[in-house]
């Protein structure tokens, strides 16, 4: 695996601590020999190394430490001539800032944890392939005329130099003087130059050895998706009750129903992680690979495939490529890292590619029910499958729609007391969960309306003075006239077309004609209220009396008078002047003033002259003619109104016989019989 190779510059008290400890399986103590057993070889002019007593496991392999009794690099052999002195002060950094390790002897890369390297004898200025005849492949390592190190700045006694390279370098070994070498490591991050490097004493270089390695490039991605499930609430709105009457559409306008739906919640699953594992062959030789594995935190295995016809082992050549992908289910949308391996056998070694598996806003997410869709079940007599359907929907969306509603007008479905029910209830059910529903309930009230009837009555005589049709308003609570109804004989039924429907105080108000009491109000009044009204017949009962006349006949000494003049006054109950009339003519009818048959009327003849006498009677035959039996009695004073069913005349006046004439006034109380003419003969002599 090939990592950035990032030039790092640590102070040199920081450093050795680090190499103390990257060179070591940790803080791990082994024993604190006694001083006087380490005895490090004796380097002139170079401080003494202090004890280092670490197993050291570096990236590279197991090393071997100087001197610590302990077989570092597990080869069956302690304190071998070639290791490690840790804490070797005064050596020369790098310009990379790379602090060397000193090594006694003359270890070659395969002695120092590295597979293959390449040997420069001395410090030549110059470029040079990978090749045998231009240095010393050493662990095996393979001719290489693509790649080649560039060494510059060199040349004794400097005893530096600095270098590049086509192919990334591991570690740069430099030889000189009797301490053994200076170790320049670039591993883990590998580099492709530096300046600077020289011997741990300062002498004259021996030799230059890179050591590196040939290993493919590995890189990948890692895309992370998930399902999520949305969970949905739905409203219905709004319960109402309507009223109404038989053929009638309710109400006006239509009812409005809402379904509004919502996003309650949601809940995640189904996540997963898949990407490309991408292997590149930068080398000139060919990576034979083994296998490739993809593994997740907590040992989760990815499954891997290369592609159709890719069987392992597979050889990928020199600036080759193989694309992999690979994916994996995942228990939770916990964050984890995920680590490709490739595997190889060769010259070409293989390399590891590691990405973050992360859920966060590049996440694929795969929406169920990000929308919604509603049927509404509309719940009508016999069910006619009208049901409705909106859709799709998003979180806090409306839908409206109206309905109307009907009472029938068949008035055989209402019940005895005049009144019809229902109840509409509409479903909205969400498609996708049929558990989240809600539902509005309309509910209807129908009523037989109410109806009104007059029941006329009439007292009438022969004389016809009433006068026809009698006449009905009937008007609404708002005091509207909604209809007329006539009547055109003297008694009888009529009854209102108008359906009574509004609430309230309803009147009927009855219209006299000429001719005619009334015995009863001439407004009926009435309330209308539901459902007690319902089917109901609001009966207004008017009752009339026809009017009466009275006429006179005046005759003198026995004949009827011609030229003799006559004076008669009519009067009410009350005493006051109806009409008064006087002769000639012999007949007279006060003008045909109408008489209220419930009322007391009074007749005067006045003034009577003296030495005339008076004689009154009813003409109850009509024939103009005072019969036996028709003649009124005469009282003095005051009379009632009836003396043994017979009428009385009377002189009103006090004084009666005390001014020596014959009374000067004649009177007569009488009531008038409902539609006939009284007739009166009266007669002076």
């Known amino acids: 695996m090939r990592l950035s190779r990032r030039r790092i510059g640590i102070p040199g008290a920081l450093l050795a601590l680090v190499f103390a400890w990257a060179c070591g399986e940790g803080a791990k103590d082994l024993a604190s020999p006694d001083s006087a057993d380490f005895a490090p070889p004796a380097v002139t002019g170079v401080e003494s190394p202090a004890p280092f007593l670490v197993n050291a496991v570096m990236s590279r392999g197991l090393i071997e430490i100087c001197d610590n009794d302990l077989d570092d690099n597990k080869d069956g052999i302690t304190d071998e001539a070639q290791c490690y002195f840790a804490g070797v002060a005064g050596t020369p950094v790098s310009g990379d800032g790379i602090v060397p390790e000193v090594w006694d ?66 570690a740069v070994f430099v030889k000189g003087g009797s301490v053994g070498g200076n170790l320049y490591v670039y591993d883990p991050n590998e580099d492709t130059g530096d300046t600077g490097l020289g011997t741990p004493t300062g002498q004259d270089i021996s030799h230059i050895e890179f050591c590196y390695d040939y290993e493919v490039d590995v890189s990948k991605d890692a895309n992370t998706s998930l399902k999520r499930t949305y969970e949905w609430g739905i409203t219905k709105e709004f319960d109402e009750s309507y009223v109404g009457f038989p053929g009638d559409v309710i109400p006006d306008p239509d009812h409005e129903y809402t379904i509004t739906v919502d996003q309650t919640g949601s809940t995640d699953s189904d996540w997963a992680v898949s990407g490309t594992i991408t292997i590149d062959n930068h080398t000139p ?30 050889d990928l050549p020199a600036g080759g490529t193989l694309a992999c992908g690979y994916e994996t289910g995942l228990p939770d949308g916990t ?58 929907l998003s979180d806090g969306e409306s839908v409206k729609y109206t309905r109307d509603f009907a009472c029938p007008a068949d008035e055989s479905l209402y019940d005895a007391n005049g009144v019809y029910t229902a109840q509409f209830v509409n479903t909205a059910t969400i498609d996708e969960d049929e558990t989240k529903s809600d539902d509005a309930t309309v509910d209807i009230t129908c009523y037989i309306p109410a109806e009104a009837k007059v029941i006329k009555t009439t007292t009438e005589g022969a004389e016809d ?22 009547l055109g004989t003297g008694g009888g039924d009529v009854t209102f077309d108008a359906d ?9 108000v009855e219209v006299l004609p000429v001719g005619w009491v009334s015995t ?39 004949q009827p008078t011609t030229n003799q003049q006559w004076s008669f006054t009519l009067y009410d109950t009350d005493g006051n002047t109806v009409a008064t009339a006087g002769t000639p003519p012999a007949l007279l009818n006060f003008g045909n003033v109408d008489l ?5 009327y009074t007749v005067c003849e006045s003034p009577i002259p003296a030495s005339w006498t008076v004689q009154w009677a009813v003409d109850e035959d009509g024939n103009g003619v005072i019969d036996a039996g028709e003649t009124l009695p005469f009282v003095g004073g005051e009379a009632d109104l009836m003396n043994d069913g017979l009428l009385q005349v009377y002189d009103p006046d006090p004084n009666y016989g005390q001014n020596g004439a014959v009374n000067d006034t004649r009177c007569v109380n009488f009531q008038p019989a409902p539609g006939e003419i009284t007739s009166f003969i009266v007669d002076n002599q």
């Open 105 to 170: 002897d003359n270890p070659k890369c395969a002695d120092l944890g590295y597979s293959i390297g390449f040997k420069v004898d001395q410090s030549p200025n110059g470029t040079f392939t990978f090749e045998a005849g231009n240095g010393e492949l050493t662990g095996g390592a393979p001719s290489d005329p693509s790649n080649s190190v560039t060494i510059s700045s060199a040349g004794n006694p400097s005893a530096t130099f600095d270098w590049t390279s086509t192919l990334p370098i591991d």
């Open 285 to 314: 030789f060919t990576a034979t690979i083994e296998a490739v594995s993809d593994v997740i935190t907590n040992d989760i295995a990815a499954d891997v495939s290369c592609g159709v016809g890719v069987d392992f082992p597979y």
């Open 335 to 392: 964050n984890r890292t995920n680590d490709a391996t490739v595997e190889t056998s060769g010259d070409v070694g293989g390399g590891q590619a590691s990405a973050a598996v992360l859920f966060d806003a590049n996440t694929t997410i795969i929406e169920v029910n990000p929308t919604v869709n509603v049927t509404d079940d509309y719940a009508t007599i016999g069910d006619q499958g009208d049901d409705l359907q909106f859709g799709p």
């Open 465 to 486: 003075i009433g006068q026809f049709p009698f006449s009905f308003q009937l008007y609404d609570p708002s005091e509207t006239l909604i209809e007329t109804k006539t």
């Open 500 to 508: 009574l429907e509004d609430e309230g105080t309803w009147k009927v």
């Open 520 to 558: 009863t109000p001439l407004e009926c009044t009435f309330e209308v209220a539901f459902p007690g009204s319902a089917g109901r017949t609001v009966t207004c009962d008017f009752d009339n009396v026809e009017k009466s006349r009275v006429d006179l006949l005046k005759l003198t000494n026995g």
């Open 596 to 600: 209220d048959p419930s009322g007391t």
